[in-house]
């Protein structure tokens, strides 16, 4: 691996080091003053992320119950443009945190690394997804069960659609989720609603409700 330099680079150099799978790509003459090289592909031959998401997402079928709620944020993200097997760098705003993550694989169990940027780090990516961003609001709702569900409406293009998500710390826990009743279809499978391909499409796949 050759050698990373500015601050920009120290989020990326410490995945390599836990050994995230990556490669990395020179920013050319147009590089930000001290940030020469930005995350180009993941390595999908092998490896393993440092952690592991295991989620479950559903569309939005009712009115989640207002007194579980705890709060919400808006956010903003994107997706950098890069050929990847299964996987994607992604860099967002969320609230008042700025943050950059590596995700691998669909489905129920995703490998997955995030970790906090500079903001001037993001300033220099965000041009790059253009093609390909969402933004939406996210609340945060306790279920009977403990779980925190996390209900997203989106804004723009996809301002019909409404997920949620749950995650969870074992994919054991996750199959014996039982969905309450204002949770619609599931679509953790589906990869349309994944949110890098609701980044990149036209619209909603499918409008939320019963």
């Not at 965000?126 to 009977?144: F, G, Q, S």
């Not at 039982?178 to 619609?184: E, N, Q, S």
Request: glycine share 10%; hydrophobic share 40%; proline share 7%.
């Amino acid at each position: 691996m050759k050698s990373l330099q500015g601050a920009g680079c120290a989020v990326v150099a410490r995945w390599w080091r836990a050994g995230v799978p990556l490669v990395f790509r020179s920013y050319g003459p147009r590089a930000p003053p001290g940030r020469c090289w930005m995350v180009a592909q993941l390595d999908t031959t092998g490896g393993q992320l440092v952690a592991e998401e295991i989620e479950r997402r559903f569309l939005v079928a009712g009115e989640p119950p207002e007194d579980g709620t705890l709060g919400e944020e808006r956010i903003e993200q994107g997706y950098l443009p890069l050929d990847l097997d299964h996987g994607e760098v992604r860099v967002r705003r969320r609230g008042d945190r700025i943050l950059m993550t590596v995700k691998k694989g669909t489905g129920l169990v995703r490998t997955e690394c995030e970790e906090p940027i500079p903001e001037a780090l993001f300033d220099a990516l965000w041009p790059l997804t253009e093609a390909a961003r969402i933004a939406k609001v996210r609340r945060t709702v306790v279920l009977d069960g403990g779980q925190h569900a996390e209900v997203d409406h989106f804004e723009g293009h996809l301002a019909e659609l409404a997920l949620v998500e749950v995650e969870f710390d074992s994919a054991e826990a996750a199959r014996a989720f039982r969905a309450p009743p204002w949770f619609g279809r599931e679509v953790t499978d589906d990869a349309r609603y994944q949110n890098r391909s609701l980044a990149r499409g036209a619209g909603v796949p499918e409008p939320s409700g019963p």
